[in-house]
């Protein structure tokens, strides 16, 4: 019996026309291209440079959700590179006339935000030379910086000085972060450092002001206004670099900024003070002496006379005083509050001791106009 066709629909008969049988040659079949199996010894690498390369972009994309810690090389290697030097200096400002800048600064927003205060510095050092060094340090910076602005700008000046001290990209010394970029061709980045301030005498009364200010803020007084603020500069000035930070507060002539994203967070701000306060020169007029401090705070009522106009410090980009400029109001340490705790059990709002360590410092109010 012949065999069934299993595909009789398929099947043609020998006579069929349509049907061409398939002749191979051997030796065409030899010549063939192998077929390619994968076999495990090629697999398991394929799916193991697979696996890498996956788990590389995912994790890429989860260190963006998290937040960084600042001993990580790529923290310190980032923020170094971002880093803006001698802010005042004149290639980095926009050409504009004070008026210009007073109205771009104006019309450029701050961040919608909430503004985190920074936590308290604590000045942690066993030499009395630290403390001084740095006391007189910080002192100068907030004199020359701000002498002209109220006791709540001196204090944001103050506020950014620390700021720095525990950032990754700055010196972790108040001195060192007051005379960073003094021995670098880029400039100071505080400009009283380079611009000759530092050899006018200063006036008794504000020095004063400025020692308090600043003693306060190494005891752990905090600005909350500024948040983690590192930048400032005059309403009268415009900066490149201010569009590529965030803009925080505005206290009196200046504008406060910090960095983008978690470079201007708290978590960046973890950096420990390093002590041993570098013994640098003080190209200085005297400073006051302690008579002299005590005198004019003897022949001062109430919070101290503001420097005069002739006195006060100009700096690099900004304009001059002049005698028409108006007197500046301060509020001194006593009159300060202290954010205010959750409401408790009770219903009553509790204020915080003022202890060095809880001492947060919102804007002082601002002084009505003199009748």
């Known amino acids: 019996m012949a065999p069934t066709d299993p595909n009789p629909r398929q099947s043609r008969e020998p006579n069929d026309p349509d049907h061409v049988p398939l002749l191979l040659d051997p030796y065409t079949i030899s010549t063939l291209p192998p077929v390619r199996r994968f076999h495990a010894g090629v697999l398991i690498p394929v799916m193991l440079a697979v696996i890498l390369i996956v788990g590389s972009i995912t994790a890429a994309i989860l260190s963006l959700r998290q937040t960084p810690e600042t001993d990580t090389a790529w923290t310190r290697t980032a923020v170094r590179a971002a880093r ?8 980095t400002l926009r050409p504009l006339s004070p008026e210009q ?3 771009w600064n104006a019309a450029t927003p701050t961040v919608k935000t909430m503004v985190d205060p920074a936590s308290a510095f604590l000045l942690r050092t066993s030499k009395l030379t630290d403390y001084q060094r740095s006391l007189q340090c910080l002192t100068m910076a907030v004199y020359y910086e701000a002498g002209s602005e109220s006791d709540d700008g001196e204090r ?17 010394t108040v001195c060192g972060v007051v ?12 400009t009283f450092i380079c611009d000759g301030a530092l050899t006018r005498t200063p006036n008794p009364a504000g020095w004063q002001r400025a020692s308090r200010i600043a ?21 009268y000035v415009v900066p490149y670099w201010a569009a590529t930070l965030d803009k ?26 390093a002590g041993n306060e570098p013994d640098l020169p003080l190209p200085m007029g005297e400073a006051p002496t302690d008579a002299a401090v005590a005198a004019a705070s003897t022949a001062v009522a109430g919070p101290p006379t503001p420097i ?20 500046v109001p301060t509020v001194g340490l006593n009159d300060r509050r202290v954010l205010q705790r959750a409401w408790e059990p009770g219903g009553s709002a509790v204020t915080l001791p003022a202890l060095p360590e809880r001492r947060v410092l919102p804007a002082s109010p601002t002084p009505g106009p003199a009748n």
């Not at 803006?84 to 290639?91: N, S």
């Not at 944001?156 to 972790?172: D, E, F, M, S, T």
């Not at 106009?309 to 007197?327: F, H, I, K, Y």
């Open 84 to 91: 803006i030097e001698a802010p005042f200096a004149p290639r």
């Open 101 to 103: 800048a007073v109205a």
């Open 156 to 172: 944001g000046v103050a506020q950014v000085i620390l700021n720095r001290v525990r950032h990754p990209a700055y010196p972790k």
């Open 179 to 190: 005379y960073d970029g003094s021995q670098r061709r880029t400039g100071c980045q505080f």
């Open 215 to 235: 003693t306060a803020a190494l005891g752990g007084a905090v600005f909350a206004p500024v948040g983690w603020a590192t930048h400032y500069h005059a309403n």
């Open 248 to 273: 925080v507060a505005v206290i009196g002539a200046h504008i406060f900024y910090r960095w983008l994203g978690p470079a201007g967070r708290a978590v960046a701000f973890r950096a420990k003070y």
């Open 308 to 327: 005069s106009t002739t006195e006060r410090p100009v700096l690099t980009g900004s304009r001059a005083a002049t005698t028409n400029d108006p007197s």
